[in-house]
């Protein structure tokens, strides 16, 4: 079983997913797609995570790394390996998926409530969630449902904040940032958090109070995606 997780920004990686790998001894390797060097072949992968970034999907072609990660990617989805998109990960998934990628109404910086939805609770990637759960949001657009896809879990302000169809699944938010990473990202991008009147040590505090929770179930929801694609190894 090999990973490799596509980062798409040096200021974010992928926090608590790679921990867990790490600590599960699954072997994977961090692409540093910013850097605008060929993708490795896909062939040798058997699960993709792709990580955020600042920049919008709607300006993706203005950027050379993006514009050839979205073609590496449809290959990827083609080839029906499994694929995990967070934040601009899962708009690009999305998009490419054929739905359309947009402004949400209003952004999410910070700690929120999500809810897992009638299709959520039966999702076995999502076993073993509760109903409602925090999670770290730092975005301002959203992403529409492709079709066939299944909305996962549903958030207050922005609605879709996950989906599957298949073998990818994109979420909005984010279980893998500890409160590090979540004060590199209020120093690196502060000028957005007069968005919605936060300040860093707002952000400190929310991200304290909940980074042991999220942490967690970033670890269960990479146990449900390892669970289900050693199973279907096997079976092979």
């Not at 998926?97 to 009638?118: D, M, S, W």
């Amino acid at each position: 079983m090999r990973v490799l997780v596509i980062q798409n920004c040096e200021t974010e990686n992928l926090g608590f997913y790679e921990e867990y790998l790490s600590l599960h001894q699954i072997s994977f390797d961090t692409f540093a797609a910013y850097l605008n060097k060929p993708l490795p072949p896909h062939s040798i992968y058997d699960f993709f995570i792709i990580g955020g970034t600042p920049i919008s999907v709607s300006k993706l072609n203005k950027y050379n790394f993006l514009s050839q990660e979205r073609k590496y990617l449809e290959k990827v989805i083609i080839s029906n390996k499994f694929c995990l998109g967070v934040c601009f990960g899962g708009q690009l998934l999305a998009n490419i998926l054929g739905a359309e990628v947009r402004k949400n109404p209003r952004p999410e910086i910070g700690i929120y409530e999500v809810e897992l939805t009638f299709h959520g609770k039966k999702d076995p990637y999502w076993r073993g969630f509760p109903l409602r759960f925090p999670v770290f949001q730092w975005h301002n657009d959203t992403f529409d449902l492709p079709a066939g896809a299944k909305l996962l879990v549903k958030g207050k302000d922005c609605l879709h904040q996950a989906f599957r169809l298949k073998k990818v699944m994109g979420l909005q938010f984010h279980l893998e940032v500890g409160l590090n990473q979540a004060l590199d990202w209020a120093q690196k991008y502060k000028n957005e958090l007069r968005q919605v009147a936060k300040t860093k040590k707002q952000i400190s505090k929310e991200c304290y109070l909940h980074q042991t929770e999220m942490k967690k179930l970033a670890f269960r929801i990479m146990d449900n995606i390892f669970s289900f694609l050693v199973r279907k190894e096997a079976s092979v």
